[in-house]
Each structure stands twice: as structure tokens, then as C-alpha cells.
């Protein structure tokens, strides 16, 4: 400790970064010339580790990260998480990270969380044209966009053309293609929407680096053309489980879906589960536009008291909620990775889903950490079959869970810095 302080109020002023001064500062602090010598020395130190941590990072980047929503929108979900924990672990490695997404009534134009900076703009379709100009302005000095080293653009379907807009090297990060989901908006703007996916999406961002999050999500985008070698797998994180979970009564067989309410998850299937099983009761955890048109079907099924809406719940309800269940069904019609079936296994939870839906193919080793099916028949059957058969529940539950220990947000984020950091040192 000695050694250390000397060697930090020794540093020369002329040559140290502000990370520096706050060393020195702690240092006066730990010694006790500001506070007396009853400073408590844990919460110096943790100082300590954070200056360091911002000290030794010889180049630090402005990071722009462009995404239409953000996990406070009613409608965010898995990919806003995944991107906000990603940037969280770059502003923790000293980087200067702004997350530019589209405002709602819930959320302040301007907030700071996390070490990241939000800007919100613009809404579901003008969230775009918004950034473009706040993008062109920042090439010019002017506004939270200048001075902008590299540039996240995730495409939700489209992406934000941030490589044109901003003139900075960009990152296109892809969860899925979105093929099955475009009709939910209409004919015509299904149309307009897969063409600028599959054909000038890829023609634009020819020579950029994609990032996706499963094997499956990578073989989408070859098969649109994208060039192998220039994309990079990036799977997701997990929370860590809240310390303090309530316990909720065990009061029979219940299967879970956490999700947005919106068709292509295809809610309705899981229900169909529940209506040929008797006694299951199905908890259904998020929230969304197509929550009615779920609660009409639960109702015609004759199943509502059967089925719970849940809504959004606080993290330590989800994963109560996630605990108490006997299985998790996933029956989406298309997913890049399935965030859900990993916090389930964090409970030893197994997930049965839809094997066409892509990314579970690599979220879900089937036989081993869950199920995967080819029809609804097929789902309702391997839910009966995990329902009776405690004995491969647990063992698959255990084995997912073993493996869910594996995704570390840390992991995912130290991959994203050392692309950014290579493509950064190009421009």
C-alpha cells in the first residue's frame, strides 16, 4: 500500500492523464491528509481499482451505438438489453459510449446510466431521420455526435446507415434476419422493408464487419451474400440471478414464456400446449400490442383461468417466476439467440422451442438442454413428455444450467472492444 502511493504521488504532474490525478487524489485520501486516518479504506480502494482500470486504456474511443429502442421502451426487449450491457462493459473500460435510440413518454430526452450516455429522438419510423441529421451534424462539431471514433448500427429489421450519415467506421450488429416478421407490417412495407434487408443492406455495408449472435443468425447472412470472413459471432450474456429472490408456492406444473407480446413469438402455441394438458398452468412474462388478441384466444380456448399475465415484473419477480416453473416454452417463429432460454437455465429450467426459428439451435443443445420440435403437435407432445418424466427433466435442467454458466456479459463486451478498437485504429 506504501509502495503504491508513493509511486502515485510521485507520478510528474506533466505527464499524467486524469486518471492519474484521481490516483493521486485517492492516495491523499487513503492517507488520510483530507479525511482524517478513519477513512474507510474498502470504498478507497474500490477507487482505486476503477482509476486504474481507466488508466492503463493507452486509447480510449466515443462510441456511437444506434438502436431504435432501448430496454425502458414498453416494447424492448432481449437485443436492447444485450446492446446496453455491451456498452455498460465499454464505458467500464474507460470509453466514451452514446446510445442514441427513439423516445417514449416513459423516458427523458437526454439520461445517463450505467457510465452511457441516451439520447432519445424520433419515434418508431422517425427514430432514423432524426439520427441521420444528429449524425450529419456531429461530422460537422456540432452536437452529442462529434467527434465520433467508431459507430455500433444495429439493424432491427433495417439498420440506421450510420457508416454514410456519420462518415465513421461502423459496426452493423444483426440479431436475425427478419423474413418472417416483415408481414406484420403490411404488404407493402413488407416488401420495402426485406428489400433494404437482403439486398441494400449488404451491398451498402459490403466491406464492414457484422456482428451476430448465433451460428444460425451467421448462415442468414451468407446466404444474403455477406462475405464469411467479415462476420463475427458475439453470443449473449446472462444477468446474474438477484440475490434476493422471493419463493412462490409450488402450487402444481407451471410452464413460462417471457417475451414481448407480439405475433411472431406465437404465444398462442404455448397456450394450445396448455389447453391439451390439464392441470398445467402457463405464466406469460412481458408485455405488448398483441396482449388483447392473447387474452381473446385464452378466453375462446376456454383456458383463462389457466393462462397469467404477468406483464413487465420487477428482475427479482422474473426470475422467481422463472424458478418455480417446470418448463420453459419458447414457441417463436424466429429468435437470434433466445436471452429467455438462458435465464431459464440459471434455474435448471429447460426449454422447449422451435427448431426453425434459428437462433435455438445454438441457445438450445437438443436431447441435452432442452427440446427442439418441428410442429405444434410435436411441442405439445415433448411437453408431455417433460411433465411426466421428472427424471429427464432434471437431467436436462442440470445440464442447462451448467451450461449457462458459460455467457458472461464481460466475455461478450471484451469481444466487441477489441473489434471496435481494430476497425478504430483503421480510419
Not at 418472417?180 to 464487419?209: D, F, H, M, N
Not at 419463493?247 to 396448455?274: C, F, N, Y
Request: net charge positive; with cysteine.
Amino acid at each position: 500500500m506504501v509502495t503504491f502511493l508513493g509511486w502515485v504521488k510521485g507520478t510528474p504532474r506533466k505527464s499524467t492523464s486524469s486518471s492519474f490525478a484521481a490516483l493521486r487524489m485517492v492516495s491523499r485520501i487513503c492517507a488520510g491528509e483530507w479525511v482524517g486516518e478513519k477513512t474507510v479504506i474498502v470504498v478507497a480502494m474500490a477507487s482505486i481499482m476503477a482509476c486504474l482500470k481507466a488508466a492503463r486504456l493507452n486509447n480510449p474511443m466515443k462510441i456511437l451505438l444506434l438502436c431504435w429502442r432501448d430496454t425502458t421502451h414498453p416494447q424492448g426487449g432481449g437485443s436492447e438489453r444485450y446492446l446496453e450491457r455491451v456498452g455498460e462493459f465499454l464505458a467500464d473500460q474507460g470509453h466514451e459510449v452514446v446510445f442514441r435510440t427513439a423516445g417514449h413518454t416513459d423516458a427523458p430526452r437526454r439520461s445517463f446510466r450505467d457510465g452511457v450516455r441516451y439520447s432519445r429522438s424520433g419515434g418508431k419510423f422517425s427514430v432514423y431521420p432524426k439520427a441521420w441529421v444528429a449524425m450529419m451534424l456531429g461530422r460537422v462539431g456540432i452536437g452529442t455526435f462529434s467527434k465520433v471514433d467508431v459507430v455500433v448500427d444495429t439493424q432491427n429489421g433495417i439498420p440506421f446507415f450510420g457508416k454514410f450519415f456519420s462518415g465513421k467506421p461502423t459496426v452493423l450488429l444483426t440479431h436475425h434476419c427478419h423474413k418472417e416478421q416483415w408481414p406484420v407490417v403490411g404488404r407493402v412495407l413488407a416488401k420495402v422493408g426485406w428489400l433494404i434487408e437482403s439486398q441494400i443492406a449488404p451491398r451498402a455495408y459490403k466491406t464492414a464487419p457484422y456482428v451476430t449472435v448465433s451460428e444460425p443468425s451467421a448462415e442468414e447472412l451468407i446466404a444474403l451474400g455477406v462475405d464469411p470472413q467479415r462476420i463475427h459471432i458475439v453470443r449473449n450474456g446472462v444477468d446474474p440471478v438477484p440475490l434476493h429472490t422471493p419463493k412462490l408456492d409450488r402450487d402444481g406444473q407451471h410452464a413460462v414464456t417471457l417475451s414481448r407480446l407480439v405475433p411472431h413469438k406465437q404465444i398462442e402455441h404455448a397456450m394450445d400446449v396448455v389447453a391439451a394438458l390439464d392441470g398445467v398452468v402457463l405464466d406469460v412474462v412481458g408485455s405488448g400490442w398483441w396482449q388483447e388478441e392473447l387474452v381473446d384466444y385464452a378466453r375462446t380456448l376456454g383456458v383463462s383461468d389457466r393462462v397469467v399475465f404477468h406483464g413487465q415484473v420487477a428482475e427479482d419477480h422474473k426470475h422467481a417466476l422463472l424458478e418455480r416453473a417446470t418448463i420453459h416454452l419458447m414457441p417463436s417463429r424466429k429468435e437470434g439467440w433466445g436471452l429467455a432460454v438462458t435465464e431459464a437455465a440459471q434455474h435448471g429450467v429447460p426449454t422447449i422451442g422451435y427448431r426453425s426459428s434459428g437462433g435455438l439451435r445454438d441457445s438450445v443443445v437438443d436431447g441435452e438442454t432442452g427440446m427442439l420440435v418441428d410442429s405444434k403437435a410435436e411441442l405439445i407432445s415433448a411437453t408431455k413428455t417433460l411433465l411426466i418424466d421428472a427424471s429427464l427433466r432434471s437431467k436436462l435442467g442440470a445440464s442447462a444450467k451448467q451450461r449457462a454458466e458459460n455467457y458472461k456479459w464481460d466475455t461478450a463486451g471484451a469481444q466487441f472492444e477489441e473489434l471496435l478498437l481494430g476497425l478504430a485504429s483503421k480510419k
